[in-house]
Nanobody, 123 residues
């Protein structure tokens, strides 16, 4: 079983940057693909980015490609989301998720979830 805890959210002006972290418990963290999702006000949860268990392959939603970078450190049981050039439409609760199968793009396909961290981008 994997437990996930996000941190690093906050309030930032448009054009600014934030780095989200997701700390995982469990000795099997390195065998899980990881994803980041977000849910904005009045919106459905949407896929942001994902990374394979080794970190060798990443994937991004078109809306964040070129601005966000997902990475992981298996020695620290952590996955990160570096967010640059933030826009007001990036405002959402960001959650990390874990699953044993790579390339999952749907939230319901992920087995484990964190509680989320709020990111607010002001214009």
């Amino acid at each position: 079983q994997v437990q996930l805890v996000e941190s690093g959210g906050g309030l930032v002006q448009a054009g600014g940057s934030l780095r989200l972290s997701c700390a995982a418990s469990g000795r099997t963290f390195g065998t899980y693909a990881m994803g980041w999702f977000r849910q904005g006000p009045g919106k459905e949860r949407e896929y942001v980015a994902s990374i394979t268990w080794s970190g060798g392959t990443t994937n991004y939603a078109d809306s964040v490609k070129g601005r966000f970078t997902i990475s992981r450190d298996n020695a620290k049981n952590a996955v990160y989301l570096q967010m640059n050039s933030l826009k007001p439409e990036d405002t959402a609760v960001y959650s990390c998720a874990a699953d044993r199968i790579w390339s999952r793009l749907r939230a319901y396909q992920y087995e484990y979830w964190g509680q989320g961290t709020q990111v607010t981008v002001s214009s």
